[in-house]
């Protein structure tokens, strides 16, 4: 499998508090069964999270990638990007890390916000080339309200990551049915595990794949945990059935 929404670099947001977390989260996930990890720290400067592609954030970077190689992980760069007007400019100048390098950036949206704003950044994003993948919609309150807005991210040629904790229930009732909504609308590209530490948001991903394989068949649970992520890394287009939009 692969896990391509981590905060596993230590120390450079509410993730990893240390590499001896950032070690243990690695050794999770490889138990797991996961071979490839995305390290998507925040890039929300609102929040105090300005990890910009810069010379210290890098370093981090490649001391864990060093320590994961000898643990048999790949680890690939990526960023959480929070939504901002700004982002497609600060993608074309390398200041923020799309996933793998390629065209697809891990990007997000405040709880609540405004959809029409969402299009528009969305858009933006999509006019300059790049191809937003989009964290946890289920989590958003105005997608549980009205999962709609997600079918038409989903047509305009976005992609959907899933967490593992809504699946399983972990943040509450109303994200787990809104993730097997919008899993059976066609509209998930992957799952990730979101992973922030060794306690609660773990970097597991096996529970959450044999319950998408129960409900969904084990062919989809391998597109949704290995053969999209797999894809996003390469630059391919995503797969999956035509999503069918919810009224
Ligand atoms: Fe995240």
């Known amino acids: 499998m692969l896990d391509l929404h981590t905060h596993v670099i230590p120390a450079v947001d509410d993730g990893s508090d240390s590499i001896g977390t950032s070690l243990s989260m690695l050794r999770t996930a490889?138990?797991?069964?996961?071979?490839?990890?995305?390290?998507?720290?925040?890039f929300d400067r609102a929040s105090g999270y300005a990890n910009y592609a810069y010379d210290e954030l890098e370093?981090?970077?490649?001391?864990?990638?060093?320590?994961?190689?000898?643990?048999?992980?790949?680890?690939?760069?990526g960023m959480e990007i929070m939504a901002d007007e700004d982002v497609p400019d600060l993608?074309?100048?390398?200041?923020?890390?799309?996933?793998?390098?390629?065209?697809?950036?891990?990007?997000?949206?405040?709880?609540?916000?405004?959809?029409?704003?969402?299009?528009?950044?969305?858009g933006l994003c999509l006019g300059r080339g790049y191809m937003p993948v989009i964290a946890h919609p289920e989590r958003y309150m105005f997608i549980q309200r009205d999962p709609q807005i997600a079918y038409r991210w989903c047509r305009t040629g976005c992609g959907l990551q899933i967490n593992r904790g809504s699946l399983l229930g972990r943040f509450g009732e109303q994200a787990r049915l809104t993730?097997?909504?919008?899993?059976?609308?066609?509209l998930a590209a992957l799952v990730s595990s979101?992973?922030?530490?060794?306690?609660?948001?773990?970097?597991r991903l096996a529970d959450a794949r044999d319950l998408v394989s129960e409900e969904f068949g084990g062919d989809f649970a391998h597109l949704l945990f290995?053969?999209?992520?797999?894809?996003?890394l390469e630059g391919k287009e995503l797969l999956g059935f035509e999503p069918f939009p919810f009224n």
């Open 91 to 122: 993608l074309d100048e390398g200041l923020l890390w799309t996933l793998g390098g390629t065209k697809y950036f891990l990007t997000e949206f405040r709880f609540e916000e405004d959809p029409e704003y969402c299009m528009r950044y969305l």
């Open 30 to 42: 490889r138990e797991d069964g996961v071979t490839v990890v995305a390290a998507t720290p925040h």
């Open 179 to 186: 993730a097997m909504r919008l899993i059976s609308h066609g």
């Open 226 to 232: 290995t053969r999209n992520p797999s894809r996003i």
């Open 59 to 77: 370093s981090s970077f490649l001391r864990l990638k060093y320590e994961a190689e000898g643990m048999g992980v790949r680890l690939v760069r």
């Open 194 to 203: 979101d992973a922030h530490g060794t306690h609660r948001r773990t970097a």
